[in-house]
């Protein structure tokens, strides 16, 4: 049984407006994964406002803090910081373009369902 797991969170509606991610949604993912050794969260727009690009999303940084598995957010969208930022115990990854809609035939590599390659 894999003893890590990731989660995918949504900052962004339809309409394209940053929004906080759903803690609800969220926090019941944490709940199914509390046996995991190492939970990594993966957010497009940060959840806490450390640049003009993130959000202000006070509740989600408290939320984590009952999850010591959480070892780690993972965030794009922010090109001016690519660097690891550190609250209340939780490192922030940032890489400017984790996360992005470029398109089809971008230079972005897709991501398929399909195995590409098999052992011989």
């Excluded at 926090?27 to 050794?37: A, F, G, S, V």
Aim: charged share 25%; glycine share 8%; with cysteine.
């Amino acid at each position: 049984m894999p003893q890590n797991a990731l989660v995918l969170g949504d900052t962004s509606n339809e309409k394209g407006a940053y929004v906080c991610p759903d803690l609800a949604w969220i926090e019941k993912q944490l709940i199914d994964l509390k046996d995991k050794k190492q939970v990594f969260l993966f957010l497009h727009v940060c959840a806490k406002d450390w640049s003009l690009h993130g959000t202000e999303c006070r509740d989600f940084e408290q939320m984590l803090l009952k999850y010591p598995n959480v070892k780690a957010t993972f965030h794009g969208h922010d090109h001016a910081i690519d660097a690891v930022k550190t609250g209340k115990n939780k490192p922030a990854i940032f890489d400017g373009h984790f996360g992005g809609n470029w398109g089809v035939g971008s230079a972005a590599t897709p991501i398929s369902s399909t195995p590409t390659h098999r052992r011989r």
